[in-house]
């Protein structure tokens, strides 16, 4: 419990109404939530306002409310904010103690490999022997509990109580992935984070920023408004996150796989085999808080594959190293990483390779088919699922990066999907989107088997497979079962051989 006047100084109050002191047990901003004795937050989203909730609120127990507007006809203490969403943020730090201020905050943002570079960083620091928490699209990791994750990062009042809950069990690290929609939607509003990392940016989630300008600016954030105390690390390859070097009060340290300009640079780099080996060179001293670094390398052999995964695990021994971590542990960390499902995963070495990734944007697609450029195999097929529900937009841009990928692996068909039965209503592929598709195939002479169901599709690449070649799974929620469906068919195959 606290008292409402103390929880309110997190605030600045416009005005108020029915204004008196009284004890609080908790914030809420679902009326469905809502215990006796809670403050409710009316925070405006993008399908619906919280303030047409404010009375089924104060019948489940709200004893006052924070709006944006004050609503009529409710004897209860109601204070006027500028943005909900910002007290609701200020509100929950206030309540659980301001948690984050407790703990070593690490936050990454990328539109591609967050999960995988987070993972990887926590497994890192694990291995180091510290008490972590893991917060992302997959997974909210409490020292040894976990709980599935709703969103990449949670409702800023969801964060807190998380954090809350960490920092009550001795966690002393936390990485999180930090989407452009947390950032926009202010929920990180209160975390001073120690280390913000950037490692890359392509076209995706424009419909909800408006446009790609402003999903920049949501990521760039991050960096912008890190403190003088915090360390943003830098990929000089890509960009946009090289834009920003200049653009923060954070200290940066650079890096970069093809640029040899930064601080540290990843040398030596072979991905024959599809797995990376290289050496991290650290070409400039790098002074930090009670960290020093010194010029010199080391070896590095991923388990994980693709030249994403170069990248973000550049951007994981960067943090790593900054938090006090020997390399010996770097080491042996990622030669034994399990790595994240559906990113550039082998899930079938035999005869031929099965590689299943989530194909998401341009960006996503140009690093995964690089990947293949370094990589030895016979033939290639490429069965993909069409994005559904993204518009024609974005599956223009995947398509035309699709085909300026197949030109470079000497490719001239593709195996294509609706995934009609594999997918929910939100994903399904419009008439519109496939017929996009279609258009830039054609227009670059590409021939197209295209297949309603998914099992069809994976059934033709599989098929057609020899000795050598490389089956890659490529696409986003219409291609999440492929996996499991292309396994299952070689075990039915190896049934029938028997």
Not at 152 to 170: F, K, N, V
Not at 203 to 225: M, P, V, W
Not at 374 to 386: P, Q, R, S, T
Request: with cysteine; net charge negative; proline share 3%.
């Amino acid at each position: 419990m606290t008292q409402l006047k103390e929880l309110l100084k997190a605030v600045r109050v416009i005005d108020s109404i029915h204004d008196r002191d009284l004890q609080v047990t908790g914030v809420s901003y679902h009326s469905g939530k809502v215990a006796e004795g809670h403050v409710f937050v009316c925070v405006r989203g993008y399908k619906t306002d919280g303030h047409k909730y404010l009375a089924s609120a104060v019948q489940n127990g709200a004893v006052a409310a924070v709006v944006e507007e004050f609503q009529e006809g409710l004897d209860i203490p109601q204070y006027r904010v500028e943005s909900g969403r910002i007290a609701l943020a200020r509100l929950g730090a206030a309540f659980y103690g301001h948690p984050a201020d407790k703990m070593f905050m690490i936050g990454i943002t990328a539109t591609n490999g967050k999960t995988t570079t987070s993972y990887m960083t926590n497994a890192m620091l694990e291995n180091h022997g510290l008490k972590t928490g893991l917060i992302g699209t997959v997974v909210i990791k409490i020292d040894d509990a976990s709980i599935p994750a709703e969103l990449t990062t949670p409702e800023s009042l969801d964060l807190q109580r998380y954090l809350g809950e960490m920092a009550d069990r001795g966690v002393s690290h936390v990485t999180m992935e930090v989407s452009s929609a947390a950032l926009e939607a202010r929920r990180v509003e209160t975390v001073d984070y120690d280390i913000v990392t950037f490692n890359n940016l392509s076209r995706e989630h424009i419909d909800s920023h408006g446009s790609f300008e402003q999903y920049f600016n949501a990521k760039a954030s991050l960096i912008r408004n890190a403190g003088e105390k915090s360390m943003a690390v830098l990929n000089l390859d890509d960009s946009y996150s090289a834009s920003l070097v200049n653009d923060t009060r954070a200290q940066v340290v650079t890096f970069g796989v093809k640029s040899k300009e930064g601080d540290i640079h990843c040398k030596d780099l072979d991905l024959s085999t599809g797995r990376g080996k290289f050496k991290v060179e650290i070409l400039k001293p790098i002074r930090w808080r009670d960290i020093e670094l010194n010029p010199g390398e080391f070896e590095v052999e991923l388990s994980v594959p693709g030249l994403h995964s170069v990248y973000n695990s550049m951007v994981a021994i960067v943090n790593a190293l900054l938090c006090g971590v020997p390399v010996s542990v770097i080491q042996h960390t990622l030669k034994t990483f399990p790595g994240v499902e559906r990113r550039f995963q082998f899930i079938y070495e035999g005869d031929f390779t099965i590689i299943d990734d989530h194909f998401a944007n341009p960006g996503n697609i140009n690093v995964t088919l690089e990947t293949l450029r370094y990589m030895d195999f016979e033939n290639l097929k490429l069965v993909y699922a069409i994005r559904g529900e993204r518009g024609p937009t974005v599956n223009r841009e995947n398509a035309e990066a699709i085909v300026e990928w197949m030109k470079r692996l000497e490719l001239d068909e593709i195996i294509a999907t609706k995934s009609v039965s594999h997918v929910t209503a939100k994903d399904k592929v419009t008439d519109e989107e496939a017929r996009v598709f279609m258009e830039v195939m054609d227009k670059a002479g590409i021939r197209v088997r295209l297949y309603e169901q998914l099992p069809d599709a994976i059934a033709d690449g599989l098929n057609h497979a020899g000795r050598g070649d490389l089956v890659l799974l490529a696409g986003c929620q219409g291609m999440d079962p492929g996996g499991e469906i292309a396994l299952n068919m070689l075990k039915d195959r190896e049934s029938l051989d028997v």
